[in-house]
Structure formats: C-alpha cells, structure tokens
C-alpha cells in the first residue's frame, strides 16, 4: 500500500450509515421451555490489533490500521438497539452495511481470514469441552477470506435456564494449520433479550476481543 493510499484513508470512509430507531421489545412473559439457539456468522476486525493483515498479510501503518478499524465500528454503532442487556444491531442493518464495508476499494486490498473454529454451550454456564455441547464451523466450500464470514451452528431444543451460554472460538484457517483469532461468551442474558427481539442480531463483543467485532445470532421457540 502506497503513501497515496493511506493518505487517501483519511478521507474515503465518509458515508455515515443510516440510524436505526430503537426497538421496542416485546412485553415481558415467560420463556418457553425450550428453545434453538443458532450462530450464523460474526464481523471480524479489518486488520488485527497490531495493524498486521490476517493470513500472514503484510503488517500495514498503525495509523491506517486505526482508521479502517475505527470506521468499521462507526458503521455498527450508529445502528445500535437498546436490548437492555447487550449492544446488538439487527441483522438485516448490520450485514449489508459490513458487506458494503467490505466492498470499498481500500478494504478489498487487505488479506481476510478463512473463519473456522466450533461453538460450546453450556447449560449452567461452566464450559467444559465436553464434545456432545461442541458444534464445528468447517471451512467454506470455497475458501475465501472474509471480514463477514457466514456459517449456521445451532443447537436445536435446548432447555431453557437463564444460566445458559455460548461461547465461540474463531481461527483464521491456512489449510495445514490455524491461527487464532478469538474467543467470546454470550450470556444468557444476551440470548433471552435476541429472543425478545424477534429477529436475528449481531450482538457486540468487540470489548471481549478486539479481533472478533460481533457475532450473528437468532434465537427461537422450539417446537
């Protein structure tokens, strides 16, 4: 990336998203008894924290690093809804504006990880790495490196207790071997207020780990 490039980083990301006024959220009843939890993707950091590209990409200025990184929250946060509990933004806000994001010139030019990794839940909330409560993110079919990867793990008629939680492990895959790019919990706080919701959210876990700005989730009644 030239001079010109990072010079021009200063001033290309100027398109505002749009704002999304907050939702109302179901009246409080009781949670059913049982209930399919599904992650269906996550929005990962453009650069790592250090400013280094993902898949041993060249490192690039710490400053332009900031700027891409610091715009690309920008983006979600003016799309943030009150759940209550947790920063979350719709999904059908949140994907096409990272899409989008993705998309401009600047950002096509760095390298984006292969995301694969597993998902863990823990019923009363201790994980244990028990493989019955693990659910594997496989390698695309094309492998194609993304900031918005997609991919669908659900657990299906789990009983329902507030203590309930997720946790996702993210790797950036090389085919003959992985690097880590994070891990973060969602609480059952967190997977109650998605459920109040209606719809499927990015909830926001970008203060659990930098690398990982979000994670996709849809929570629904189990029939």
């Known amino acids: 990336m030239n001079r010109a490039v990072c010079a021009a980083a200063l001033t290309v990301f100027a398109t505002s998203a749009p704002t999304v006024t907050k939702a109302q959220q179901a009246p409080e009843s009781p949670m059913p008894a049982a209930v399919n939890i599904c992650v269906d993707g996550a929005s990962i950091a453009p650069t790592k924290p250090d400013g280094s590209q993902w898949r041993d990409g060249p490192r690039i200025p710490a400053a332009l690093s900031a700027i891409i990184n610091a715009k690309f929250d920008s983006l979600i946060a003016k799309a943030i809804v009150t759940s209550g509990v947790a920063a979350v933004v719709p999904a059908a806000v949140a994907e096409p504006l990272i899409a989008d994001f993705a998309e401009h ?119």
């Open 105 to 223: 010139e600047l950002v096509k030019q760095l390298e984006k990880p292969i995301v694969v990794g597993d998902v863990e839940i823990a019923p009363r909330g201790t994980f244990t790495g028990a493989k019955d409560r693990r659910r594997a993110i496989k390698p695309p079919i094309l492998p194609i490196g993304r900031i918005n990867p997609h991919f669908h793990v659900c657990f299906d008629h789990v009983a329902w207790a507030p203590s309930i939680a997720l946790r996702i492990d993210l790797k950036d895959w090389h085919g003959n071997r992985s690097e880590e790019i994070g891990t973060v919990d969602v609480a059952g706080k967190t997977i109650e207020a998605v459920y109040r919701l209606g719809a499927a959210h990015h909830v926001l876990v970008h203060e659990q780990n930098p690398s990982i700005r979000s994670v996709a989730l849809s929570v629904t009644k189990a029939r």
